[in-house]
């Protein structure tokens, strides 16, 4: 009688970390750091850009409760935006266009990425 006693509360504390093992490897991990553009990759000229991340989890959904870090650097046509603002608590960087054409190309860097990612903004003609 005392050895089943034992041998449910173990197999049930055996349960519960198991259980605490997958909600935190599944939901509370950080699997990919998805940026998000807006307005979007093309964009035309006087445009206020923003990019940001969201941590997704194995699912896709976002992570809650989880902090990460952002470094962006501005690596080419630098004179074609206004002064970058970089928030490090919304994990984002804003910067107006100015009147030119061309492509802006900005690098990220976190330790959830496998190596640094590079994204590309073209700034087309302004058509009025």
């Given amino acids: 009688m005392e050895f089943s006693k ?5 197999l049930a504390a055996i349960i519960l970390l198991t259980a605490g093992f997958l909600v935190w490897h599944f939901f509370f991990s ?3 750091l998805k940026p998000q553009i807006s307005p979007g990759k093309k964009i035309v000229p006087r445009s206020n850009v923003t990019i940001s991340y969201i941590p997704l989890n194995v699912w896709g959904y976002r992570v809650p409760f989880r902090d990460f870090e952002v470094e962006f650097s501005l690596e080419k046509n630098v004179d074609l935006i206004d002064t970058p603002t970089i928030s490090r608590t919304e994990k984002s960087v804003s910067f107006k266009v100015l009147d030119k054409p061309g492509e802006i190309v900005i690098h990220s860097n976190s330790e ?7 994204i590309k903004i073209e700034i087309g003609e302004y058509n009025e």
């Fill in 6 to 10: 034992i041998a449910v509360i173990l």
């Fill in 30 to 32: 950080i699997y990919e």
């Fill in 112 to 118: 959830y990425f496998l190596s640094t990612n590079v």
